[in-house]
């Protein structure tokens, strides 16, 4: 009897494989555009260029990036929101679209969009010059106690993540901070000395940690990075945020659950090939695979910790 059910499981497993290709032998015939909301170079284009590459590996057709910056994100995602739901408009997702939600800079939430796949979640940092005076996440908190509204932390901008993550570090450890939104300029505003910390993805500061130019005294993340294992997250030390930079793949809503399936698929054997792999390894990446709707939820979830923040600090922007 079980060899029965056994059997009669392969061939299930068989036919909707099947029939799951013949649905996408029509897709791609052309290439697919992949929208990322930041510069070149940034953590999230990194990601986003390397799977990718490796997506075109899978797909048989050109994965072509476009950087269409600008407000914070806000333009790019606009633009995925309306673009053609055909799956050849794809863009790459962070949780700065749910910062640009909440704040009311794009007049709708995040059901606004699919979601296909998750690839990253991504530490966000409390990162210092490497000689600055305090050695430790706990001398920083005692100093800025001691001194309200002197230490200034660096963030992406107003209502980003990396401000958010700030000011919910702020609150958990209860002091007053100055928050600076250096922008791009953020990693040279941290050596220069016109921030004394930022809040920071470590694909932009790691190899200045590993020069010797900066110190990361803390990190927001489920557990400590496996790069830098001697920083302790801030959970293990009672501050306890829930915030998870994510990034992966999202599309305009209404995109064909024949392709969203497939598609969630190929960008699961992508970041499987060795092109993003090695680019994990190098660049500090890591790897956590979320599809459909069980990514929707973990954004929802998100979204609810976002609202609440922006909403409590008056972050919301002023019609």
Same mark, same amino acid.
Request: proline share 5%; charged share 25%.
């Given at each position: ?276 792999? %090695?680019?994990? =390894? &190098? !660049?500090?990446?890591? /790897?956590?695979?979320?599809?459909? #709707?069980? $990514? %929707?939820?973990? =954004? &929802? !979830?998100?979204?609810? /910790?976002?609202?609440?923040?922006? #909403?409590? $600090? ?6």
């Amino acid at each position: 009897m079980a060899s029965k059910k056994m059997t009669l499981l392969v061939m299930v497993t068989i036919y909707l494989t099947i029939v799951s290709n013949a649905f996408c032998q029509d897709y791609p015939k052309k290439p697919v555009q992949l929208f990322i909301p930041f510069e070149v170079g940034q953590s999230a284009d990194i990601s986003a260029r390397g799977v990718a590459a490796a997506m075109e590996k899978f797909l048989k057709q050109p994965v072509v990036c476009v950087n269409k910056t600008g407000a914070g994100g806000a333009i790019c995602f606009d633009f995925v929101r309306n673009s053609k739901p055909d799956g050849y408009n794809l863009g790459f997702m962070t949780l700065s679209a749910l910062t640009q939600t909440n704040t009311g800079r794009l007049p709708y939430n995040y059901k606004a969009w699919d979601y296909i796949a998750r690839i990253n979640t991504v530490p966000t940092t409390i990162t210092i010059k490497a000689d600055a005076k305090w050695e430790n996440i706990k001398e920083l908190i005692d100093y800025a106690k001691n001194n309200p509204g002197k230490l200034k932390i660096g963030n992406a901008g107003k209502g980003s993540f990396t401000h958010l993550v700030a000011i919910a570090f702020e609150e958990s450890a209860n002091i007053e901070v100055a928050h600076v939104p250096t922008g791009i300029r953020r990693r040279h505003a941290l050596l220069s000395g016109e921030v004394d910390a930022i809040s920071v993805h470590p694909p932009e500061i790691v190899s200045l940690v590993k020069g010797g130019e900066m110190r990361i005294l803390g990190v927001v993340f489920p557990q400590r990075m496996k790069e830098f294992p001697e920083v302790p997250n801030l959970k293990e030390l009672g501050y306890d945020i829930k915030l998870i930079q994510s990034w992966g793949v999202f599309g305009p809503k209404g995109i064909p659950d024949h392709i969203k399936k497939y598609l969630a698929e190929v960008i699961q054997n992508a970041i499987k090939d060795k092109i993003y792999q %090695e680019l994990a =390894i &190098k !660049s500090t990446l890591y /790897i956590d695979y979320m599809a459909l #709707d069980e $990514f %929707e939820k973990f =954004i &929802k !979830s998100q979204d609810e /910790i976002i609202k609440s923040l922006i #909403d409590k $600090f008056g972050l919301k922007e002023r019609k």
